[in-house]
């Protein structure tokens, strides 16, 4: 059966490629703004995931794999998507600097040819240290945080401020392996 990944993100191609050698990318054209938030960021995740799949289940055969992701920082239950400008994300940053917020992914795996459909969403704690305003702008500079979930890269320049994490690296990153690895021995 073909798999198909349906992100664009460089992020997500590399992780896939520890638990799947041959893959396409099919890139989603799903509104995620179309998807409004109702408290549950779980379900969040796991609904803009659903949509991305679903966007890409129209355009392939039957006999395929479909696999997508959503990921957000969420701090005090307020998600904080990708910056718009740097102001954004100086604004993000300074934010999370010196507490503990949390990263959600969803993952969706469709096996077309059985129709089956497996959501899973999967949180993981982490906390930064404190940055003078100086090292924001430094890290704001370097361009790293203008596509990430709340303005930063954990396997970047940005994990320097990373003081701890508790769960899953990889669900910072964007794709939760663990996660992934036990929906595809599930389905295939």
Do not use: W
Not at 35 to 50: N, Q
């Amino acid at each position: 059966m073909k798999i198909i990944l349906a992100s664009a993100s460089e992020r997500r191609q590399e992780l896939l490629k520890r638990l799947i050698s041959d893959f396409d990318v099919i890139v989603s054209d799903f509104d995620e703004d179309k998807v409004d938030f109702m408290g549950s960021i779980d379900e969040y995740v796991k609904e803009i995931a659903l949509g991305k799949a679903m966007d890409v289940r129209k355009r392939v055969s039957k006999d395929s794999i479909i696999i997508s992701a959503d990921t957000v920082v969420a701090l005090d239950n307020k998600i904080l998507g990708k910056p718009k400008d740097e102001k954004e994300a100086f604004k993000m940053l300074k934010s999370l600097q010196g507490r503990t917020h949390f990263v959600y992914s969803g993952v969706v795996v469709i096996n077309n040819k059985e129709n089956i459909i497996r959501q899973k969403s999967q949180a993981t704690k982490v906390k930064f240290s404190n940055m003078s305003d100086e090292e924001i702008f430094q890290y704001i500079n370097t361009k790293e945080p203008m596509d990430k979930a709340g303005a930063y890269g954990i396997q970047g320049i940005g994990g320097v401020f990373v003081e701890s994490i508790e769960g899953c690296y990889y669900n910072v990153v964007g794709l939760p392996l663990n996660s992934l690895r036990s929906i595809l021995k599930e389905i295939l």
